[in-house]
């Protein structure tokens, strides 16, 4: 039933399709292979055969990474990227889900299951004959990008820090990658909001429920996000603002949430939606209002930005590198090539890899012409796909603000 | 909450006009924001900037032709900025292609002449200002034209557009080049990224080159490059050892996706800022003033606050402008007067698809500064215009980019006025 409601809220959106092809232009994987057929053929076209219950062969939008950029350069307002996700969901609901994807769509199981054993679960995911063997038995390619276990948590040291007692109350949502793979990126934001007068709340959370609605898991999606959504919502409702440094988790919550998994109704999560921000764009917001410590040092880089799809997918352009502009003697190098390739677990799949690489490749070519020495990103996994294809850091652009301060 | 932020100008529209006024504010100093619902109609159109084309006879010296179009139109944009305003408005243009990131690609033509170039189906075409790589394919050459097909393209009908050529008494004949791109069928922007590859274009030629007969000009769809169209055609051209020209093609259009890269980059490089995916849904005002739109973003509105507001968001065809079952047209954001609706009684369409079609003439009502009625800061410029009928007098890219140039103009005009009091 909720199924039938959310799809036909998208489905209207079709109607406003007018064939023009702009979508085909941003799309960074038909571009590189011919299994996907573009965004237009496999979304708007292809969907007035499913509502007819005509589908032909539909294994082609498996290979849709969801990176949205077709539904962000629709003149027309058609939930491109949307629609091709609940087909995927269709496609998948009849065929199956593999053990593989129901692993990598859960941060958290393997964040938990990880952290204890950091140094042995990395030592594994560098060796060789063990990805080797990952990639047999579970079918993720043995060169993906694979994070490495923090060996602690960031929650962890959010329990045990000296907060301030004063200041605006904002509320920290962290998300999976903070949590096992980058405590330090969490650390660096909430300083930076505190040096900025914050008082930073960190309760509990879990996954948003993005690798599970991206794979095809819709019913576990809703719950993840829904309890996401109850735990913060308390600290909405009296006005307080929620940020996040993961732009793929905080566009869940957002936005993604609501309009893929047919949550539009949910009082909770509208609330949590609405106050939802991107670390960046309420630094850059604050600016704006003249509230933004400027107390920057010189930081001597040179830095190319690439702006995540899913960052895009906020629709608020690029506060980082307004940010960034701020830090002098940082040199920012805005990079305009689309898409890194990876779509959150997308590349990690034996079977997307190389199309996620290929993919990327304009970007990975940028970087190599930028002349920089390292990269700022706003997503994490697209962070580690950078790192993996360029051989160069790549860094949350709060990095930057975090060393300007002297924090 | 909403997000705020302020800006000297926001410019809603990411087409020709929002791009050039934006462009234009940026380098002259301004904060600059472009909100955009979507990509514009770069991505659909030729590249080409046609200016006058028809009178509707064809015209072939447009600077000529403007005054006494201009008299017998006297709602036309054209009119309201006169014709002094346009030959600048190129020269900037031209200027930016050739500064712009794709090494070596510039613009030919002027006002004084129209290239007269063929299109997807063979017609022709009167523009003013073209990409180099079209301009061999001009109809007052006699050369004899071999228009090139692919198999993977079948968007481009190779002899239907030979035919009509021919029909223009030019010598034309089609051929049909098969190469391997490694999937049954392909678009021409997916075809120009392989021909910036030079082992493509190496692999292509050599099948080219036998099917050619001597003396003869190439035609080949729009499909020469789009990082370095520059490079690509001319590597094409020398390899064959003729002259080689290309056709604009159905969308999507390589050609309009080079000026799209152009402007952005020079927005870009001026400060300017892109953000793509508001909408903006709504504004705030202060008497006749706009002092800040609203935009739709993922989550929450945010709030863009500007002294100047430039509204380059098109007509009907991309929704700026509705037309209600009641018969009364809106313009969708401000809500702003129009001008040109046909009175009761008159005819509002032509049972003729391509006839004159009364209601497409409709737009923002506007001063000759370009600024909206009952607005003091918001300029209007492109398709939200009224007045004009831009695909029977060939004037579209012409319309959007003089008074895109134009807008910025009266507006940095208003801000000199200001910094002087």
């Given at each position: 039933m909720i199924d039938d409601l959310f799809h036909e809220a998208l489905r209207s959106?079709?109607?406003?399709?007018?064939?023009?092809?702009i979508c085909e232009t941003a799309c960074p994987v038909s571009n590189v292979t011919p299994l996907f057929p573009g965004p237009k053929y496999a979304g708007p076209q292809a969907e007035r055969y499913r509502a007819l219950g005509q589908?032909?062969?539909?294994?082609?939008?498996?290979?849709?990474?969801?990176?949205g950029l077709c539904t962000m350069a629709c003149p027309q307002g058609v939930k491109i990227a949307e629609l091709n996700a609940h087909a995927r969901h269709t496609v998948k609901q009849r065929t199956g889900i593999s053990l593989r994807d129901r692993l990598i769509a859960r941060p958290t199981v393997v964040g938990r299951l990880g952290t204890p054993v950091a140094p042995i679960a990395n030592a594994m995911l560098q060796a060789r004959p063990a990805r080797v063997l990952a990639e047999r038995?579970?079918?993720?390619?043995?060169?993906a990008p694979l994070p490495r276990f923090?060996?602690?948590?960031?929650r962890t040291w959010a329990r045990h820090r000296q907060a301030p007692g004063t200041g605006t109350k904002i509320v920290y949502f962290h998300g999976c990658g903070t949590e096992y793979y980058e405590p330090d990126v969490g650390e660096k934001v909430v300083a930076v909001l505190e040096h900025n007068g914050f008082r930073v709340e960190i309760p509990e959370q879990d996954c948003c429920g993005l690798p599970l609605q991206s794979n095809g898991l819709f019913e576990d999606a809703r719950k993840y996000v829904l309890r996401l959504a109850r735990s913060l919502a308390p600290h909405a409702r009296d006005g307080t603002l929620i940020v996040g440094n993961a732009t793929s988790c905080t566009l869940m919550v957002k936005r993604e949430g609501r309009e893929i998994l047919g949550l539009e109704h949910d009082p909770d999560l509208a609330l949590v939606s609405r106050q939802m921000y991107d670390v960046c764009e309420l630094l850059l917001e604050l600016h704006g209002r003249g509230?933004?410590?400027?107390d920057f040092q010189p930081v001597e880089e040179v830095v190319a930005y690439h702006a995540p799809c899913q960052q895009q997918g906020h629709w608020i352009g690029k506060p980082a590198l307004e940010l960034l502009a701020l830090v002098p003697g940082l040199d920012v190098r805005e990079l305009?090539?689309?898409?890194?390739?990876?779509?959150g677990t997308y590349g990690l799949k034996r079977e997307k890899y190389q199309i996620a690489m290929d993919a990327g490749a304009d970007l990975f070519d940028q970087v190599e012409a930028s002349g920089a020495r390292v990269v700022a990103c706003d997503s994490e996994t697209c962070r580690w796909q950078i790192e993996h294809a360029t051989r160069r850091p790549s860094v949350h652009p709060i990095e930057f603000l975090h060393q300007a301060y002297r924090l | 909450m909403s997000a705020s932020l302020r800006y000297d100008a926001v410019v809603v529209g990411a087409g020709v006009a929002g791009l050039t006024a934006a462009t234009r504010l940026a380098e002259s100093g301004a904060r600059v924001c472009v909100l955009a619902k979507g990509v514009g109609s770069t991505h659909l159109a030729p590249g080409t900037v046609d200016?006058?084309?028809?009178?509707?006879d064809r015209v072939e010296h447009p600077a000529a032709a403007l005054p006494e179009f201009i008299a017998a139109h006297s709602d036309h944009p054209y009119a309201l900025i006169g014709?002094?305003?346009?030959a600048p408005a190129l020269q900037w243009f031209a200027a930016r292609i050739e500064r712009?990131?794709?090494?070596?690609y510039r613009y030919t033509g002027d006002l004084d002449r129209n290239h007269l170039l063929p299109t997807a189906v063979g017609a022709i075409r009167p523009s003013a200002l073209v990409p180099e790589t079209m301009a061999?394919?001009?109809?007052?050459?006699t050369a004899p034209v071999c228009v090139v097909g692919l198999r993977?393209?079948?968007?481009?009908h190779a002899t239907l557009c030979a035919g009509n050529i021919r029909r223009a008494g030019i010598d034309a004949r089609a051929v049909e080049v098969e190469i391997d791109v490694g999937r049954v069928e392909a678009n021409a922007v997916g075809l120009a990224r392989r021909f910036d590859d030079e082992s493509f274009r190496a692999a292509f030629v050599a099948r080219l080159a036998l099917l050619l007969r001597p003396g003869e000009r190439v035609a080949l769809p729009a499909?020469?490059?789009?990082?370095d169209p520059h490079g690509a055609w001319s590597d094409v051209q020398r390899r064959l050892g003729r002259d080689v020209f290309e056709i604009p093609t159905l969308p999507p259009s390589a050609p309009g996706m080079r000026v799209y890269n152009a402007l952005l980059a020079a927005l870009r490089a001026a400060g300017g800022r892109l953000v793509l995916g508001?909408?903006?849904t709504d504004v705030e005002r202060e008497g006749d003033r706009v002092t800040a739109v609203r935009a739709a973003t993922s989550g929450h509105d945010t709030i863009y606050r500007a002294g100047w507001i430039v509204l380059a968001t098109g007509g009907f065809g991309s929704g700026a402008i509705e037309l209600g079952s009641d018969w009364a047209a809106s313009?969708?954001?401000?809500?702003l007067p129009l001008q040109g609706m046909p009175m009761?009684?008159?005819?509002?369409?032509?049972?003729?698809?391509?006839?004159?079609?009364?209601?497409?003439?409709?737009g923002v009502a506007v001063d000759s500064s370009l600024r909206a009625r009952e607005t003091d800061n918001v300029y209007v410029a492109g398709a939200?215009?009224?007045?004009?009928?831009p695909w029977r007098e060939g004037s579209g890219e012409g319309i959007a980019l003089a008074t895109g140039h134009f807008a910025a103009q009266a507006v940095l005009e208003r801000e000199g006025a200001t910094a002087t009091a």
């Open positions: 959106s079709l109607d406003h399709c007018v064939k023009c092809t589908s032909q062969d539909e294994s082609s939008v498996d290979y849709c990474s969801g990176c038995v579970l079918g993720i390619h043995r060169d923090a060996g602690r948590r960031f509230e933004l410590r400027l305009d090539a689309r898409c890194c390739g990876i779509g | 200016v006058l084309g028809y009178t509707p014709t002094d305003a346009i712009g990131p794709r090494p070596g061999a394919g001009d109809a007052r050459s993977v393209l079948r968007d481009f499909i020469l490059g789009l990082r508001a909408e903006v313009e969708m954001i401000l809500g009761p009684g008159e005819a509002r369409f032509a049972a003729d698809y391509f006839a004159h079609q009364p209601m497409a003439a409709v939200a215009l009224p007045g004009a009928v």
